[in-house]
């Protein structure tokens, strides 16, 4: 329903859309731009992703209100006017960092499909890839992505350019802070100095 959408995600991530960006061959465009056909008979968590894919953004279900934030680089909000530190943490509550991703979730190469404006049929984008990445882990780990409401293809080449760019980071972190930490919202941004990984300061999105 409209009333489990807060109203301040919506029009945050509408202004973030609307940001004109520049083309190569001159002139502008919207960031992100969603056009599409939606069935009665889909879930709506599904349509949801697929908005938030075309934007580069994330829809979270944040007990029972749907939140959709779309992507952009973010300012860590330093709910504490600085970096978290260890001593931040409940010491009574256990740290898993976990410093590589997952075999199943590396990707540095990216196959994907918009959709024309012409003939509003599947449209092959050109591959994607990271070559940093390749060369790092001894080979290709390919994803598909189907952007379904995106019928610009240089939107879904900057929005494979960020995939990437999100799947090269490593390394995630669950940890447990005190009720202060209820001021975080989901997609903010925040850094941690810690020495789970030898003093370094790491930015980290919740």
């Avoid at 879904?156 to 209820?182: D, H, T």
Wanted: hydrophobic share 40%.
């Amino acid at each position: 329903a409209a009333e489990d959408v807060p109203e301040a995600y919506i029009e945050e991530a509408a202004d973030l859309c609307d940001v004109a960006m520049a083309l190569g061959a001159g002139g502008t465009h919207a960031k992100y731009t969603a056009n599409g056909v939606i069935n009665s008979n889909e879930q709506p968590s599904a349509v949801l992703g697929d908005f938030a894919m075309a934007m580069g953004g994330m829809h979270i279900d944040a007990g029972g209100e749907v939140i959709l934030r779309a992507g952009e680089a973010r300012t860590p909000v330093h709910l504490l006017g600085r970096a978290l530190v260890d001593g931040d943490l409940l010491s009574d509550a256990d740290v898993n960092w976990e410093p590589d991703r997952p075999g199943d979730e590396l990707c540095n190469t990216i196959h994907s499909s918009c959709v024309s404006p012409v003939t509003w049929r599947e449209q092959t984008l050109p591959i994607r890839k990271n070559d940093a990445s390749i060369a790092d882990l001894g080979g290709r780990f390919p994803k598909n992505r189907s952007y379904r409401f995106v019928t610009d293809p240089v939107q879904g080449q900057r929005l494979n350019k960020m995939a990437l760019a999100e799947a090269s980071y490593q390394g995630r972190m669950q940890l447990s802070l005190g009720l202060w930490a209820l001021a975080y919202e989901p997609g903010d941004w925040e850094q941690i100095t810690s020495a789970y990984f030898q003093g370094a300061t790491k930015t980290f999105w919740i």
